[in-house]
């Protein structure tokens, strides 16, 4: 379980100006959720080294998560290695494929295909995502996005149980029938 307050990188695409505001949008909802957000909208400025500000994100330590909000163009950029989101996505990969801890990632589907398959590069197609591809799927996982961040999911496991009581005593054995 997550004890500390998340501190999340936002990784996107910027695809068009509407997705760019949607984005920005989405992490003023977190930071008014108690989220701490890097966003490079925010905390990429002129003269920085983007792919060196890109790196660090993703390893530093501090960030307890990574979204990755995946449309159409996110995918195409990432899986032919193109422009910041193909530099982007190469950390990534390699990050995700080398650590233990794997829930550090997290894809949003911010665009489905005309078959309602979730656009996503093919390192996180088979990782488990959260939809945001519409006004109402947002909408019905903002809660989950929550406690993903949190460590609160709605299911927690319960504790393991005491044994049955005739498997503790030292009562004699009885038999069980042959066939």
């Given amino acids: 379980m997550t004890?500390?307050?998340?501190?999340?990188?936002?990784?996107?695409?910027?695809?068009?100006?509407?997705?760019?505001?949607?984005i920005r949008s989405y992490a003023e909802r977190l930071l008014s959720d108690g989220v701490e957000?890097?966003?490079?909208?925010?905390?990429?400025s002129e003269g920085q080294d983007k792919h060196a500000f890109m790196e660090k994100m993703v390893?530093?330590?501090?960030?307890?998560?990574?979204?990755?909000?995946s449309?159409?163009?996110?995918?195409?950029?990432?899986?032919?290695?193109?422009?910041?989101v193909g530099t982007e996505s190469?950390?990534?990969?390699?990050?995700?494929?080398?650590r233990v801890d794997q829930k550090k990632f997290i894809p949003i589907v911010c665009e489905r295909d005309e078959n309602g398959e979730p656009y996503l590069p093919i390192?996180?197609?088979?990782?488990?995502w959260i939809d945001?591809?519409?006004?109402?799927?947002?909408?019905?996982?903002?809660?989950?996005?929550?406690?993903?961040?949190?460590?609160?999911p709605i299911n927690e496991?319960?504790?393991?149980?005491?044994p049955p009581s005739y498997i503790t005593t030292d009562a004699e054995r009885r038999s069980l029938p042959t066939i």
């Fill in 59 to 69: 390893a530093d330590t501090s960030i307890s998560h990574v979204l990755i909000f």
């Fill in 37 to 44: 957000v890097i966003l490079d909208q925010w905390d990429l």
């Fill in 132 to 152: 945001f591809s519409s006004p109402e799927s947002e909408s019905s996982h903002w809660e989950r996005l929550l406690r993903g961040l949190y460590g609160k």
């Fill in 71 to 84: 449309d159409h163009e996110y995918a195409s950029k990432a899986d032919n290695r193109k422009a910041g």
């Fill in 123 to 128: 390192f996180l197609k088979p990782r488990i």
């Fill in 3 to 22: 004890s500390k307050k998340p501190k999340v990188f936002i990784s996107y695409s910027w695809t068009t100006p509407g997705h760019y505001d949607r």
């Fill in 90 to 98: 190469q950390i990534i990969s390699q990050e995700v494929y080398n």
């Fill in 157 to 162: 496991k319960p504790a393991v149980g005491k």
